[in-house]
Nanobody, 122 residues
Framework: VQLVESGGGSVQAGGSLRLSCAASGYTGRICMGWFREAPGKEREGVAAISTGLGITYYVDSEKGRFTISQDKAKNTVYMQMNTLKPEDTAMYYC??????????????????WGQGTQVTVS
């Protein structure tokens, strides 16, 4: 599975960004998620989507601000981030979990990763 992120950048607090993740090299339904790793902190799952049914999952702290979606025809997953805060500054990674059984919020099961895209909020 290959994952390529794009869409990061620098934005002022209160602004918005949309991250994209183009996936290839798989068939069938999988889970795709967005993670972030801030300086000095552990990587954490933020949002995920089951590509087959489109069921979405969010970490409680980001419900309402971040929205994950997909374009099946393009094998691309997006994460719209609104009302960004300085504490959202992090490297954001797209990831895939080939096993959808039990849902896509099992953050520890993701084992395919993109290269990351930096988001800086000032």
């Amino acid at each position: 599975v290959q994952l390529v992120e794009s869409g990061g950048g620098s934005v002022q607090a209160g602004g918005s960004l949309r991250l994209s993740c183009a996936a290839s090299g798989y068939t069938g339904r999988i889970c795709m998620g967005w993670f972030r790793e801030a300086p000095g902190k552990e990587r954490e799952g933020v949002a995920a989507i089951s590509t087959g049914l489109g069921i979405t999952y969010y970490v409680d702290s980001e419900k309402g601000r971040f929205t994950i979606s997909q374009d099946k025809a393009k094998n691309t997953v997006y994460m719209q981030m609104n009302t960004l805060k300085p504490e959202d500054t992090a490297m954001y990674y797209c990831a895939a979990d080939l096993y959808v059984s039990g849902g896509c919020q099992k953050w520890w099961e993701y084992n395919y990763w993109g290269q990351g895209t930096q988001v800086t909020v000032s």
